[in-house]
């Protein structure tokens, strides 16, 4: 089964009912819910710090390449 992550918080209407979704929670990539709003979901966990910004990954994951242009 693959999972994607919230990226964003809140509620969204389901159809008769409204659901919250929590950010960085994992949710099944065939719920209804993520079919309705799929610009709310990533396929990589989002990490936030304090203030609720998201983080991004300072280094690159193992066997990942960057592409980095010196000056």
């Known amino acids: 089964m693959r999972y ?3 990226v964003s918080g809140g509620f969204v209407s389901a159809g008769v009912y409204d659901i919250q979704l929590v950010p ?4 099944a990539a ?3 819910v993520v079919k309705m709003h799929p610009e709310l ?4 966990p989002v990490v936030y ?3 609720g910004n998201i983080v991004e990954q ?3 994951a193992p066997g990942e390449r960057r ?3 010196r000056g």
Not at 24 to 27: K, P
Not at 41 to 44: G, L, T
């Open 41 to 44: 979901f990533a396929d990589e």
């Open 67 to 69: 592409q980095v242009r």
């Open 58 to 60: 300072a280094t690159a």
């Open 24 to 27: 960085g929670r994992a949710y």
């Open 30 to 32: 065939d719920d209804p």
């Open 4 to 6: 994607v992550f919230c």
């Open 49 to 51: 710090d304090h203030r």
